[in-house]
């Protein structure tokens, strides 16, 4: 099973950025998918999950809320982050996380490469 993220750039404060994450391989089900990020001497940090299945419920880093969104869709296996009202403070590479249960029947906690996200003038 694989993550590959997508999405990343360069933007401007105030500006918007939306992240993908498609999830690829034999998947049965997920538990959760989400982000994190991690700043240049920082630890990695929340940004925010969301469960699966028909009433997702979600939660967000406390430096995010009110700013970014998440979703996503079950069926293509993606996850996405839409990020409004960018700060600098939110460069990072942000990485892509999911719990799910592989067709195997084996539960597997996989992190994407990551993507980078630089919030400049």
């Known amino acids: 099973v694989d993550l590959v993220e997508s999405g990343g750039g360069l933007v401007q404060p105030g500006g918007s950025l939306k992240l993908s994450c498609v999830a690829s391989?034999?998947?049965?089900?997920?538990?959760?998918m989400g982000w994190y990020r991690q700043a240049p001497g920082l630890q990695r940090e929340l940004v925010a999950t969301?469960?699966?299945?028909?009433?997702?419920?979600?939660n967000y880093g406390d430096s995010v809320k009110g700013r970014f969104t998440i979703s996503m869709d079950n069926a293509k296996k993606t996850v996405y982050l839409q990020m409004n009202s960018l700060k600098p403070e939110d460069t990072a590479i942000y990485y892509c996380?999911?719990?799910?249960?592989?067709?195997?029947?084996?539960?597997?906690?996989?992190w994407g490469q990551g993507t980078l996200v630089t919030v400049s003038s």
């Open positions: 391989g034999s998947i049965y089900s997920f538990y959760t």
């Open positions: 996380n999911s719990e799910l249960i592989t067709g195997s029947y084996r539960y597997l906690d996989r």
């Open positions: 969301i469960t699966s299945g028909e009433s997702p419920t979600t």
